[in-house]
């Protein structure tokens, strides 16, 4: 009886021919193939400078090396913020002083929303508590990070609602406690100038 080759050896055997095919012919591409990025480096590039409001990509502090999952489901990368103030607002839905707060949020945010973004940390609830609050107070344009983990809360050492952490251009926290709405206005706009 003759020798019988299993399918599995000559899958293999093909295999192992067209992968050494492939590999003495990868440096043919030309010029174009190795001048390409490496697939994840679009991740690791700079921002577009054009698309940034304060010109040219400031370098990242640690205090906005985070990421997060707004309510809408949109990824949120702080990093895109270096170079401005921000203010991180920390707030629970069912927080009766975080409710009257917001009402002062949603009238200021629009105006400064370029120059000092206020970005809503949500936690302490559960996730349609948290999207009725933004849609009750007419929060929606404004980015809200879902944080029901308690992730930045704990990263920002902040133990109560409603809090406030203010964050020069610098990438210092200038201030984290409670604000009323005047003074977080006057804050804000100051910052702006």
Not at 76 to 85: S, V
Request: hydrophobic content about 45%; overall charge negative.
């Amino acid at each position: 009886m003759g020798s019988v080759t299993s399918p599995v050896r000559r899958t293999g055997t093909v295999t192992a021919a067209l992968l050494a095919v492939v590999l003495a012919t990868a440096g043919c591409g030309g010029p174009d193939v190795a001048a390409a990025p490496p697939a994840d480096s679009a991740a690791s590039a700079p921002a577009d400078p054009a698309s940034s409001p304060t010109g040219p990509a400031a370098p990242v502090p640690d205090t906005l090396r985070f990421t997060g999952t707004t309510l809408t489901g949109a990824a949120f990368d702080a990093a895109t913020l270096a170079g401005r103030p921000v203010v991180l607002w920390f707030w629970a839905p069912w927080c009766a002083s975080c409710a009257s707060q917001a009402w002062t949020i949603a009238e200021i945010e629009p105006g400064f929303r370029t120059t000092v973004p206020i970005i809503g940390v949500a936690g302490l609830g559960e996730r349609k508590a948290m999207t009725d609050f933004v849609t009750e107070f007419e929060l929606g344009p404004m980015p809200q990070i879902e944080d029901r983990a308690g992730v930045l809360w704990r990263r920002f050492e902040v133990v109560e609602q409603s809090t406030f952490v203010i964050i020069d251009r610098d990438g210092r926290v200038i201030h984290k406690g409670w604000l009323d709405g005047e003074d977080l206005t006057r804050r804000v706009t100051a910052l702006a100038a």
